[in-house]
């Protein structure tokens, strides 16, 4: 790995309120899925780092939560997951909805910059879904809230603009180490991903029928015979009603949701995979600590 003068480095945190687009913009860089998209707020739990390696230079993306208030002991781990990471990195992306007008959802994540005085880039996401003269009176609106080292519009699921948003980006970096492997995209474990991947894939499926009271376990991981990979896996839910609507009629729910997951899993692994899933009620468990810990929230973070 490279540690030279001219090789440049550091931790970018990607803050928002939810359903902006960070993991859009998070798997759009990395060139593949490891952070799950849903049309549904709060999908992204925990702290998604994400590697971008170009021969000069290297970033590693946060992925947090989306910053909303807090409903149950999930949603206060999410909110410190968001707000912690602001300390702990070079330079914060804070992506905005260009189709949504400026609320308290704002002004709250704003305080926030104030608070960590953080050097913060200004995303507007979404621009392919306005007409370009009212692009300025957004950026005019956020100019006066904060002053932010650089404002870039973007389309993250297009594409338009991100890599000079990446060039910009590295323009703030300081000269520093490679942290990770060129090939390498993320920190998180295999099972972590695929956990992640099946919990999309039961998003998807349910639509509105299921809040999110969803939590997915990487129960089994394991190389067969054949150099098939098995994968057990279990879908956790709050309600037995729950239950009934995620396995669907004769088992067909559950089945699609298997089939949507291998297909990104085996893109993941590069190999065939046979992924077998359960459902399981644990009652409560976005308030119990205990579960939360099981699930892979770390107590030390919430």
Do not use: C
């Amino acid at each position: 790995m490279k540690n030279n003068e001219e090789f440049k480095s550091g931790f970018v945190s990607i803050i928002g309120r939810p359903n902006v687009g960070k993991s859009t913009l998070i798997n759009y860089v990395i060139g593949q899925k490891i952070a799950i998209m849903s049309d549904k707020p709060q999908t992204t739990r925990n702290k998604i780092q994400g590697v971008y390696t170009q021969d000069d230079a290297q970033i590693v993306f946060i992925d947090t939560p989306g910053i909303h208030k807090p409903k149950h002991k999930l949603g206060d781990f999410m909110m410190s997951v968001a707000k912690n990471t602001l300390k702990e990195v070079d330079l914060v992306l804070y992506v905005i909805d260009a189709t949504e007008s400026f609320g308290p959802g704002e002004e709250y994540i704003i305080e926030r910059l104030k608070e960590a005085n953080a050097k913060t880039f200004l995303i507007i996401n979404k621009i392919d879904k306005i007409q370009p003269d009212d692009l300025l009176g957004v950026i005019e609106t956020y100019r006066t809230k904060y002053n932010f080292e650089e404002v870039i519009p973007i389309s993250a699921l297009q594409g338009n603009n991100v890599n000079t948003l990446l060039d910009q980006i590295i323009l703030q970096m300081e000269v520093g180490p490679q942290y990770y492997p060129s090939d390498q995209v993320t920190d998180h474990p295999e099972r972590f991903v695929v956990a992640e991947l099946i919990r999309e894939k039961v998003l998807h499926q349910t639509r509105e029928e299921i809040p999110h009271s969803i939590a997915v376990v990487t129960e089994q991981m394991k190389k067969r015979d054949n150099d098939m990979i098995y994968i057990g896996a279990t879908v956790i839910v709050e309600r037995n009603s729950q239950k009934g609507i995620i396995i669907g009629k004769q088992g067909k729910a559950l089945r699609e949701v298997g089939k949507e997951a291998r297909k990104d899993i085996e893109a993941l692994l590069g190999s065939k995979v046979f992924l077998e899933l359960w459902v399981k009620v644990q009652k409560d468990w976005r308030n119990k600590a205990s579960h939360l810990r099981e699930y892979g929230f770390k107590e030390d973070e919430y």
